[in-house]
């Protein structure tokens, strides 16, 4: 259940981060680097998730459920 929430948690993270982005991009019109600084941290989260999903699965705290499997 801790992996889920923490997945979520993340997900979150990451919209709010690409709102944020979008923001800076319009607001700045490209000309400083902080939509720059919000696509590294986009991709720092993106890892975070990916580490997490695989150490639940790994745990076995996370399933893969697959109706035809």
Known sequence: ????III???AAAMLISLFS?????????G???RAQNTLRIRV???VLI???VA???YTGQLGVNIPFG
């Open 1 to 4: 259940m801790i992996f889920k």
């Open 8 to 10: 979520i948690l993340l």
């Open 21 to 29: 982005s979008a923001f800076f991009l319009v607001k700045d019109k």
């Open 31 to 33: 000309n400083t680097e």
């Open 44 to 46: 720092t989260i993106a």
């Open 50 to 52: 990916m580490i997490t």
């Open 55 to 57: 150490i639940g699965i």
